[in-house]
């Protein structure tokens, strides 16, 4: 009887540590495969997220340019009207519809992220904390203000400049220079730097608002990383 016992309670032994073992398995193999899908979903974030970072760079240089030309023009008075070249002109007027570009961050990856209930698969709440302020924050922030400034540019500015310098940009988005004029009045009276003033102030708050932006950026890549060389 103490024998069949005995070869009952290996057996029962042996069943829970086959058991055991084979939740400890089955739990490392489910680990082992968030991990995984962990990896390729920031690998993925990633690659989007430094295509977003290079193009934020450029509109930034490119926002400098423009801040830096609307600056001269600002400082012009009747002197310079005078001493200027129509051609002198044109090329500052050229830079300064660079301030006019905008970055359209790539929300592709983010989107399915949030959409298929994939954020659960990170594990680092810092990382994920920085994501949505960065998307659903800073990005739909710059968004709202863009069009502001683009409608600035393009319907305050650009009107003012055709109506006064017969200012328009051919098939090439280069200036026809053939039909430039150059209107000393202008200088004079101010209404062209009243007009600057008007798309440097706003500028300067985009080019703001997008040094944010690749602060953060810079901040969830650098937590990227981390997560990737674990």
């Known amino acids: 009887m103490k024998n069949i016992l ?12 086959g058991i ?3 939740l400890y398995i089955d739990k490392q193999v489910e680990k082992s495969s968030m991990l995984k899908t962990e990896k390729s979903l920031l ?28 600056e001269v023009l ?11 070249k129509p051609e002198e002109l044109a090329v500052l007027l050229e830079t300064v519809f660079k301030g006019s570009n905008s970055l359209f961050p790539r929300y592709g990856v983010y989107r399915s992220l949030v959409s298929n209930s994939e954020m659960k698969f990170i594990e680092n709440q810092n990382l994920k904390d920085k994501l949505i302020d960065l ?6 922030r710059y968004e ?40 000393e009045e202008v200088f004079c009276n101010n209404s062209m730097q009243k007009e600057i003033m008007k798309t440097i102030s706003m500028t300067r708050v985009v080019h703001s608002m997008l040094q944010k932006i690749v602060k953060s950026m810079n901040a969830v ?3 990227i990383n981390e997560e990737l060389n674990k």
């Open 135 to 140: 998307y659903d924050f800073k990005f739909k």
């Open 144 to 183: 709202n203000v863009d069009p502001i400034i683009t409608n600035l540019y393009q319907y305050g500015l650009g009107e003012f400049l055709v109506e006064n310098f017969s200012y328009y940009r051919g098939k090439d988005f280069q200036i026809v220079k053939k039909h430039f004029l150059m209107n």
């Open 221 to 223: 890549n650098a937590l």
């Open 74 to 84: 600002i400082g012009l008075d009747c002197s310079d009207a005078e001493n200027m």
């Open 20 to 22: 055991t073992l084979s």
């Open 6 to 17: 005995a070869r009952g309670g290996v057996e029962f032994i042996a069943v829970l540590l």
């Open 43 to 70: 690998s993925d974030l990633q690659v989007s997220l430094n295509q977003d970072m290079d193009y934020a760079q450029l509109v930034l240089e490119d926002m400098i340019v423009s801040i830096n030309s609307q």
